[in-house]
């Protein structure tokens, strides 16, 4: 071994958890990937790596400051930085074999090589699940997307609240105003309602040279609430096709999502969910804890004309919803006050007895019962110290008078409590 | 959208798997998972990249051409060519906080740029479970490697055996016949017995110097075989201090095995295991499928001394075990037959029912059941025509003057029978 150390260090940004918390992380992913299953639908799992060709198609070839490229002889590859491009990729490259609508889940780590900050990660999971439709795709779709937040949040002991629109409906009504050309500034004042106010943004809206008419009619949009109340009235705001459209998107979600079993706690339909991404053309949508919307949205994704017609002629609309998983733990991780439990029984050897206690180990475990033998050569007292820090319930301890009659002697180490069992008695206690 | 397309590629040698495949490889992973846990092993998700001077410590920073590495503004990281130099590194970096002995199981993909051929991947999945001591650790750690094999394998269905050996054995016989100068190419001599046969080896070590009777007593050693038969009768082969060292612990792991509840079947001694790695110090072990050791090794590992000199003063002996993800992956894919069932139960409406097909979709997923309705604008045949191809066991049909009696038509696709069944009866068949 050298005799100079390197001092251990990690890349900054990049994604690393105590044990104890992956354990929790691990759960979690648990819980979401049982309710895309649920849903059938399918695991997709491409390489961190793709061409940079496929990569940065969007661009035109440019390289993004933010993306990790490697050239390697004739290679020339990207870490991927979402999970959508490489969808696209995937999609096209079997859009013959593949069955459609097809239906993928991909939760995976994506790389930006940003400088790192708080909150702002090089390397972090991304969890999408998407629906890719063969020319056309049912707004059923759309629904089961919102209905997919209520599920997962559910299986996590959490309360969703989705906010829903459609892209048609306020595209519509600015262009019903003859203010098309100015959709995306408009938009983009929009957005900041909820953070500037209203005056603020009436005031942008005016430096745009929108007319008092034309501001108040689009505040009154985005303030609207009621779900049934918002899709009557706000039919009456424009006579513009695509507005109506949009709207009848709407009723339409709000049928199935109704059919579904949801309600308004469920979702609720918000002109104000603008969301920034440019290739959303239909829906769109945005979760929040039921309980804490301050926390920001947990989620969000909506409906997009065409995935991947960079890479093929064939136009393969679809529908994706994504889940923000750092957050999202970070939210759990804090409401989980209790220490994690990965090992139910500590068995402790008294003596000689470091057989016996194997035995037991292998009959608990066989058994379902996360459970082991506590081995190195160590004192009694430091290896119960070592089943309370590490938050094991049970300890099994084997001592050399017990062999012979098959007693455990069995500590709760909550309560202290200990007691004389049998093998068969100490599995029904921890079952 | 462009007018030129971009040919959808996917990077050469890198992991992807039909989603229908990759359903049986999550499995595969869960089953694995489920072994380490109840083994009480926690999980450790370390980033796909390390600093370079982190991975690179091994070589003195010598960059191997294998290792993608990337320089980026101040940052010089490579992606990870195994998941053993970031344990060491977590484990250098968190040794104050961490417990030991400290169980981790590590399952994620690694990254070798060489250039991609049959069986040679560029990025592949590997598999570790490690336990790390502080200053030193139970020969138990052995056994239990070698116990989830058989844990594992078991809950996939397959039947391992497992070959163990010391190094201390094969190294303390060659030193005590005077040859310790020479162990390493008598080492590479003696793993090729298997492939080359004993009268070639007989010959590369006279040519090594060695005489016709250390010749025979090495050939002798690596024959034998019979588990109690072997710990008996090599002790006889050498008065070497290692070597004797080397039997003592074999007969410990032999014990403990025992007390687990394995058998011969599920272990034998052979010191024909010789492992490449230097960095084994004392047990190494090679898994083999029972019914078909000519696949080759699905797993293998053994003890080392010090997993993180490099980084640590302290010394941190450990033991670990790996599963060849890939070999075992194709083994199971090929003996799995049936079609993946990911759908248990698709919903078909016929006329105007697609509300009453939601409703009963949601209420299979509330009761645990995988179901899906087939929303999109196409024949009814078409629809079948795809459950079919998808592989889902049961259709409901939902027909209009069906919805006021509550009766589901359900065709069981397997036997084309179709039978009346109410919401509830239907689950139940699901069940």
């Not at 696209?88 to 074999?97: G, I, K, L, Y």
């Amino acid at each position: 071994m050298t005799e100079k150390k390197i001092v251990p260090r990690k890349l900054q940004g990049f994604w690393e958890l105590a044990p104890e918390k992956q354990v929790i992380f691990e759960e979690m992913l648990e819980k979401i990937k049982e309710i895309f299953k649920k849903h059938c639908f399918l695991p997709l799992d491409t390489p961190a790596m793709e061409l940079s060709e496929i990569l940065l198609a969007k661009s035109g070839g440019d390289i993004d400051k933010e993306i990790y490229r490697f050239v390697k002889g004739s290679t020339d590859a990207c870490l991927r930085y979402d999970l959508t491009v490489p969808l696209a990729r995937f999609v096209a490259m079997n859009e013959n074999t593949l069955s459609f609508p097809f239906k993928r889940y991909q939760i995976g780590k994506v790389y930006r090589g940003e400088r790192p900050q708080k909150g702002r990660l090089r390397e972090f999971y991304q969890c999408d699940a998407d629906i890719i439709g063969d020319g056309e795709l049912s707004l059923v779709n759309d629904a089961e997307c919102v209905k997919m937040y209520k599920d997962i949040f559910q299986n996590l002991n959490l309360a969703v609240q989705t906010e829903i629109s459609n892209r048609k409906v306020l595209f519509g009504l600015v262009n019903g105003l003859g203010l098309g050309d100015k959709f995306s500034d408009i938009a983009i004042c929009l957005d900041k309602l909820d953070k500037i106010g209203e005056d603020n943004v009436a005031e942008s809206l005016t430096q745009l040279g929108l007319d008092k008419n034309q501001i108040s009619k689009l505040i009154d949009l985005i303030k609207m609430s009621g779900n049934s109340q918002i899709l009557q009235s706000a039919s009456k705001l424009s006579n513009d096709e695509v507005f109506m459209q949009g709207i009848d998107e709407l009723k339409s979600i709000d049928e199935y999502l109704k059919a579904m079993g949801l309600t308004e706690q469920d979702y609720k339909f918000n002109f104000g969910v603008i969301r920034g991404h440019n290739y959303y053309t239909g829906t769109v949508f945005e979760a929040y804890l039921a309980n804490n919307r301050v926390a920001g949205a947990v989620g969000g994704g909506g409906r997009y004309d065409d995935l991947a017609g960079y890479f093929t002629q064939r136009k393969l609309p679809g529908v994706g919803m994504s889940i923000g998983m750092s957050r999202l733990f970070d939210i759990i991780e804090q409401s989980s006050q209790e220490k994690v439990e990965f090992c139910k029984c500590a068995v402790i050897p008294m003596g000689e007895t470091l057989k016996e206690c194997l035995n037991l180990v292998s009959f608990l475990q066989q058994n379902n019962i996360c459970a082991e033998v506590y081995a190195e050569n160590k004192s009694f007292k430091s290896k119960l110290k070592e089943a309370n820090k590490r938050g094991v319930p049970f300890v099994a301890i084997i001592g050399e008078n017990e062999v012979q009659s098959g007693i455990i002697a069995v500590k709760d180490m909550a309560s202290s409590q200990q007691q004389s069992l049998t093998k068969q008695e100490l599995l029904n206690l921890l079952r």
